[in-house]
């Protein structure tokens, strides 16, 4: 899928936003994150023509269950991994997760902000004598992840990870049975979200299928 950012030159396209601190944390219960998951696999899926693969691969989707089951916090949204830490996590190479990470941006999965830190550097000043100095370097990137549920913006009430019940079950208690209209089949992510709608429909209608 193809974005503004990915069609400017280098030099036109939008700074990475630069924060100090955490970044933009955002909470996401349980629910959230098996939405994004299902949403992510349904982007495995071929997209184009020769492709064996859609604009998620098998070892991008590992990266994305790292970040959102190893390292968010579901309560505070804190998620500011190393990409050697993804790596480990992922069982993957250093250069899959950076490539994984803006595969999942264009897909409009997460987005992140280069995060900075201040140190201290004790030196020698013109004179001879003890001072200190304060620089500023980048550190590992905030993660903010997008949940593809209809009217879902920015930060999502914080629940319990440690549910009772499972992950289809969570699913289609929660989860909205349709998409939202206007969706074009042409487009990829739409594709996606289409095929996601579908598959929540099947797993609830499955339940009263049994019962008749």
């Given at each position: 899928?193809?974005?503004?950012?990915?069609?400017?030159?280098?030099?036109?396209?939008?700074?990475?936003?630069?924060?100090?601190?955490?970044?933009?944390?955002?909470?996401?219960?349980?629910?959230?994150?098996?939405?994004?998951?299902?949403?992510?696999?349904?982007?495995?899926?071929?997209?184009?023509?020769?492709k064996?693969?859609?604009?998620?691969?098998?070892?991008?989707?590992?990266?994305l269950?790292?970040?959102?089951w190893?390292?968010?916090?579901?309560?505070?949204?804190?998620?500011?991994?190393?990409?050697?830490?993804?790596?480990?996590?992922?069982?993957?190479?250093?250069?899959?997760?950076?490539?994984?990470?803006?595969?999942?941006?264009?897909?409009?999965?997460?987005?992140?902000?280069?995060?900075?830190?201040?140190?201290?550097?004790?030196?020698?000043?013109?004179?001879?004598?003890?001072?200190?100095?304060?620089?500023v370097?980048?550190?590992?990137?905030?993660?903010?992840?997008?949940?593809?549920?209809?009217?879902?913006s920015?930060?999502?009430?914080?629940?319990?990870?440690?549910?009772?019940?499972?992950?289809?079950?969570?699913?289609?208690?929660?989860?909205?049975?349709?998409?939202?209209?206007?969706?074009?089949?042409?487009?990829?992510?739409?594709?996606?979200?289409?095929?996601?709608?579908?598959?929540?429909?099947?797993?609830?209608?499955?339940?009263?299928?049994?019962?008749?």
């Open positions: 899928m193809t974005t503004t950012a990915t069609t400017l030159p280098p030099h036109l396209r939008p700074r990475r936003e630069k924060v100090f601190g955490e970044g933009r944390p955002r909470p996401l219960d349980r629910n959230a994150k098996i939405r994004i998951k299902t949403l992510a696999r349904a982007l495995k899926h071929r997209t184009e023509a020769g064996h693969y859609g604009l998620i691969t098998a070892k991008f989707l590992d990266v269950e790292a970040l959102l190893g390292f968010h916090n579901a309560a505070t949204g804190r998620c500011f991994p190393s990409y050697e830490t993804i790596a480990e996590r992922a069982g993957c190479a250093r250069s899959t997760v950076y490539e994984a990470i803006h595969a999942l941006e264009r897909a409009g999965i997460l987005t992140w902000v280069n995060r900075l830190v201040r140190i201290r550097e004790v030196g020698a000043d013109l004179f001879g004598k003890a001072a200190n100095r304060w620089r370097i980048r550190t590992s990137n905030a993660y903010a992840f997008t949940d593809p549920k209809p009217g879902a920015g930060p999502q009430p914080s629940k319990s990870e440690s549910k009772t019940r499972t992950a289809d079950q969570e699913l289609k208690l929660n989860t909205p049975a349709q998409i939202q209209p206007a969706l074009n089949p042409d487009n990829p992510l739409h594709a996606a979200l289409i095929r996601f709608g579908k598959t929540v429909k099947e797993r609830g209608a499955a339940p009263s299928a049994a019962k008749s």
